[in-house]
């Protein structure tokens, strides 16, 4: 009997029921008066003495097994029923709640704004590049350390097609499809072989700008970033060019603007220094204007390109660079108001 109950038991645990209807009929077979329950306890009295304590168990397990498996079942008919009840087609609806902006979305359009009310327009190129419009084209040399696989990411080699590594390649991209006058910004996402950190990442995020026309300056060159700079961060905002060098610029230099965190008193942001740099810029080199199919006699250009992490970090002061990808709906809610 009691490999009868085990049996049973087992039975138990598996049983289905489609409707409440089914579900009284389990109840019946299982714990109605001929119901199998029932039946079992009849048979008691023939079970031997000594076995009858452990008999008596089981069948008290069974009965317990049974009454609690029909309640579950009961339970998730009524569960079912709210869900028909759900199907109330003039019910209000719950609220969605609405998504915001993201905080680099909010600074790319803000950098779009600010050049699109000086003139500039929006061009843009692919993230899977090929070493032409990326390097070649852009003055780079064919052993230049930018080109070595620890700074660039290849997708494919000979030919070499890589992620870019910067939007000065949608600079090339414009030239070689439109003569001057140019007057372009690019927004975009770039790529390096970056180990990632709260400083660095592998992938972030650029605004390129260019102009190309007759009887272009640096002093042009200078009004422009100094008018983005006042624009962006405010009109006591200051800002001061440091030489540097890129391949594709000649002069080039480095723009720092005053820390807007401490007023350039110094902080921790701008390391004690007051100033924060923010973007490279300088004359696009006649090479460039050549390689691109620009006369370079005629023309001239300047072009300079920013990261759009490290201006938001300057309004926002964001600490660790993976918030920006991380997609964490509490970082991404604080920008609510910036919306
Ligand atoms: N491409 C440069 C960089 O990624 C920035 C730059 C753009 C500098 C245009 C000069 C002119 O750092």
Not at 211 to 220: I, P
Not at 240 to 268: H, Q, V, W
Request: glycine letters at 6%; hydrophobic letters at 35%.
């Amino acid at each position: 009997m009691i490999e009868k109950i085990e049996s049973l038991l087992e039975e138990v645990k598996t049983l289905l029921a489609a409707d409440a209807k089914e579900v009284e009929t389990l109840r019946i077979r299982y714990l109605g008066k001929k119901g199998v329950v029932n039946d079992l306890m009849s048979e008691f009295h023939n079970v031997p003495a000594d076995r009858k304590r452990e008999v008596g168990m089981k069948l008290n397990e069974l009965k317990t097994a049974v009454q609690e498996k029909i309640n579950a079942l009961r339970q998730e008919m009524l569960t079912h029923e709210d869900d028909h009840l759900d199907l109330d087609l003039t019910r209000t609806p719950y609220p969605v709640k609405l998504g915001t902006r993201h905080p680099l979305s909010l600074v790319k359009n803000e950098i779009i704004d600010i050049f699109s009310r000086l003139g500039f327009s929006l061009a843009s190129g692919p993230e899977v590049e090929d070493d032409w419009h990326v390097f070649s084209s852009m003055n780079f040399a064919p052993d230049h350390p930018a080109r070595d696989m620890q700074d660039t990411f290849f997708v494919e080699q000979h030919p070499d097609i890589v992620l870019r590594t910067h939007t000065s390649s949608v600079q090339s991209r414009v030239m070689e499809r439109q003569q001057p006058p140019i007057r372009v910004i690019c927004p975009g996402r770039v790529y390096r072989n970056e180990v990632i950190s709260a400083r660095a990442h592998c992938f972030f995020h650029q605004v390129e700008g260019l102009y190309v026309d007759e009887d272009v300056s640096f002093t042009d060159l200078k009004q422009v970033l100094l008018t983005f700079a006042r624009e962006m961060f405010g009109p006591d905002t200051k800002i001061r060019l440091r030489p540097s060098y890129f391949p594709f610029t000649e002069p080039s230099a480095e723009m720092d603007i005053s820390c807007n965190i401490c007023g350039g008193k110094g902080c921790n942001l701008c390391k004690n220094t007051g100033w924060v740099e923010i973007l490279g810029c300088g004359m696009v080199d006649p090479n460039v204007l050549d390689a691109n199919g620009i006369d370079s006699t005629k023309y001239k250009g300047y072009a300079f390109g920013m990261g759009v992490e490290r201006i938001a970090n300057l309004k926002y002061q964001v600490k660790d660079l993976r918030m920006f990808s991380e997609n964490d709906v509490r970082f991404l809610d604080e920008f609510i108001s910036a919306n």
